[in-house]
C-alpha cells in the first residue's frame, strides 16, 4: 500500500502563492500516476494536475501556467506549486496516486483558503 501525508496549504491573498507537498511512503514502485485533487464547497472533487511515471503532466484548464505538478525521487515527494492564486481555487487539496491493480491510494487533504 501506499501512504501519502499532504502539507503546506493555508491562507493566501489574492495573486499569492502556495507550495503543497506530499510525502509518498509504501510501495512506491507500483505508482503510476501521481496527482492532485481538490474540493470546493458544494463541489465535487476535481482533478487539479497528473503526473505521469514517465514524466508528462497535464492540468486542469482553470490551473494551466497558474500550477505546476513536480515529484523530488530523492525525497519522495510529490508537490503542487501554485502561483497567481484566486480566489476560485479556494478548496482542501488531496494528494492521490494510483498503483498497478489497480489500487488508489488518497492523502487526508490540506486546505488552501484565498481571500483578502
Known amino acids: 500500500q501506499v501512504q501519502l501525508v499532504e502539507s503546506g496549504g493555508g491562507l493566501v491573498q489574492p495573486g499569492g502563492s502556495l507550495r503543497l507537498s506530499c510525502a509518498v511512503s509504501?510501495?512506491?514502485?507500483?505508482?503510476?500516476?501521481m496527482d492532485w485533487y481538490r474540493q470546493a464547497p458544494d463541489n465535487e472533487r476535481e482533478l487539479v494536475a497528473r503526473?505521469?511515471?514517465?514524466?508528462?503532466?497535464n492540468y486542469h484548464d482553470s490551473v494551466k501556467g497558474r500550477f505546476t505538478i513536480s515529484r523530488d525521487n530523492a525525497k519522495n515527494t510529490v508537490s503542487l506549486q501554485m502561483n497567481s492564486l484566486k480566489p476560485e481555487d479556494t478548496a482542501i487539496y488531496y494528494c492521490?496516486?494510483?498503483?498497478?491493480?489497480?489500487?488508489?491510494?488518497w492523502g487526508q487533504g490540506t486546505r488552501v483558503t484565498v481571500s483578502s
Open positions: 492521490h496516486t494510483t498503483s498497478y491493480g489497480p489500487i488508489e491510494s
Open positions: 503526473l505521469r511515471v514517465g514524466g508528462s503532466a
Open positions: 509504501g510501495r512506491l514502485f507500483d505508482i503510476y500516476t
